[in-house]
């Protein structure tokens, strides 16, 4: 009996591969595994992850028309380990469908090599085409990074210009940002089976794009259901990870232009239009900032895992001194450690206009937990007295975008305490031990990985492991609350290379890319 098209769908990652999983598992023409990416040609993940992945994924097909079909591909994929040779008849068996084709989604196979691209060819049933997902470059490799190191990883902010070098050098992302290469080692392959798709105009058209993509593969697409699912589901990730800068767009740009050039001149359109906007990236004029050289390459990297609790903006200048602005809640506010661990016990909305007042030029006081926010609703009356903002329709207007900022950052925070992470506390005034188990206890809730830094004022050069995920070090001097930027640098700097050496550290920074 002939068997019905496998198809695939490859593409450079964060170019809409998601998206479309998304929708075409919801369309009765085509199967679709409830593993977006089955990844069989590649080697793809080993037994044992294939069984445990198998559970929560046969709970999420059952929402799904077809839940018996995926539950029988779901039987067979946990048969497979991906460190076995990959065979022709095993694929064939694993992708079957019942009277209709199916769709392998597995972006990585845009690297495949040529000899394992014409072994795929050969196995598979007539009438199986292939189509190539395709961003513009700069943009994409972004995101990608993004995803990798903040969405994927633990970073709280963006990836330093080093670490962004690294990645950019290594093999396999340099291919996947070689689009001539791998249009020609496909095209060659499939000929006119294979055909590439623009995110651009998944963006202007996303449901004339669903029908050019069933269109290519030749099945058909059950209107309704794409109406209904094509501007609900999407493959982002949100807007909580950090926003590419044009430092590093001009790195990526520079480090990919000859990539970008072959592909404009294999492809003009979009390539020319691409080439031109790379061009413009690599070229912009930067500011340089003043950043201090004081702090190697791998605490760049530890300081990314890193995540202030205060009790004032200290740490935030050391960081920012040292070329690194995350977005954090406390990074710039005053927290007292009893409204911290008030907040964390009962998280409740912050900055709401009720509990506001005004406690020091250009900051406000959150009566509910006692947490002080810079903030520019603060004026003083005829009298010199401080005083919330009197005039309504501008009490409104910098009210409004004040609560957008706060909300955002409640909501980044809330996500990054499932991340495990290196959370650092201390007050001019001393901590209690007891007060920094609490604080450590009620991290441990969200997540039993995060480790906690109690700085002291002390002379000690030693990091001590307090056990229970807390970890403890002394600085010389604090800072006065009312000029936090005068720290002590070479203090924490020292602090932040002596982390590197503690045997929880290393463990947190080894699951950065997990």
Excluded at 205 to 214: C, E, Q
Aim: net charge neutral; proline share 7%.
């Amino acid at each position: 009996m002939a068997r019905s098209p496998i198809h695939l769908l490859i593409g450079a990652p964060r170019s809409g591969t998601t998206w479309l999983f998304n929708n075409l598992k919801h369309q009765p023409g085509v199967f679709t595994p409830i593993a977006k990416e089955v990844r069989y040609w590649n080697g793809g993940p080993p037994q044992e992850r294939v069984v445990q992945m198998c559970g929560p994924l046969r709970e999420e097909a059952l929402a799904l028309p077809d839940a018996a079909e995926q539950s029988a591909w779901l039987d067979r994929w946990s048969l497979i380990d991906g460190r076995s040779p990959r065979d022709g008849a095993e694929y064939l068996d694993l992708m079957q469908a019942q009277g209709r084709p199916s769709m392998d989604i597995s972006p990585i196979y845009s690297i495949l090599p040529p000899g394992t691209i014409s072994k795929v060819a050969a196995c598979l049933p007539a009438g199986s085409k292939v189509g190539y997902f395709l961003r513009e470059p700069v943009g994409r490799m972004a995101s990608q990074m993004n995803l990798h190191y903040h969405l994927h990883g633990l970073f709280r902010g963006p990836a330093a210009a080093s670490t962004v070098q690294a990645f950019l050098e290594t093999g396999h992302q340099r291919r996947r940002s070689d689009y001539a290469s791998n249009i020609e080692k496909w095209s060659q392959v499939f000929g006119e089976r294979f055909r590439a798709f623009l995110y651009d105009d998944l963006q202007d058209d996303p449901l004339a794009f669903l029908n050019a993509v069933a269109g290519h593969f030749g099945f058909d697409i059950n209107q309704d259901i794409a109406r209904e699912t094509v501007e609900t589901v999407h493959g982002g990730s949100g807007d909580r990870a950090p926003r590419p800068n044009a430092a590093m767009k001009k790195q990526i740009a520079g480090s990919i232009l000859p990539l970008v050039e072959r592909f404009a001149e294999k492809i003009p359109q979009p390539g020319t239009k691409w080439l031109h906007m790379a061009e413009a990236q690599a070229a912009a004029e930067v500011p340089v900032k003043d950043v201090k050289q004081d702090v190697s390459p791998r605490v760049e990297t530890l300081m990314r895992v890193c995540e202030s609790l205060g009790d004032n903006c200290e740490y935030g200048f050391w960081q920012r001194h040292r070329g690194y602005e995350p977005s954090s809640l406390f990074r710039w506010a005053v927290t007292p450690i009893d409204s911290l661990l008030a907040y964390l016990e009962k998280p409740a909305p912050l900055f709401n206009v009720d509990n506001l007042t005004a406690c020091s030029p250009g900051m406000v006081e959150d009566a509910r937990f006692g947490f002080r926010f810079h903030s520019k609703l603060v004026e003083r009356d005829e009298e010199g007295a401080l005083q919330i903002l009197q005039d309504p329709a501008q009490f409104a207007e910098v009210y409004a975008a004040e609560l957008q900022k706060w909300r955002h950052l409640e909501a980044r925070f809330r996500t990054l305490l499932r991340k495990p992470g290196l959370f650092i506390v201390k007050r001019n005034k001393p901590l209690e031990r007891g007060q920094v188990t609490s604080l450590a206890a009620q991290l441990h809730r969200r997540n039993p990985a995060h480790l906690v830094l109690w700085v002291e004022e002390g002379e000690s050069h030693e990091i001590e492991e307090l056990g229970g995920g807390i970890l403890r070090a002394e600085l010389p001097a604090f800072a006065r609350y009312v000029r936090a930027d005068q720290y002590h640098p070479e203090g924490w700097t020292r602090i932040m290379h002596s982390l590197l050496e503690i045997e929880p550290v290393e463990a947190l920074m080894k699951r950065i890319h997990n």
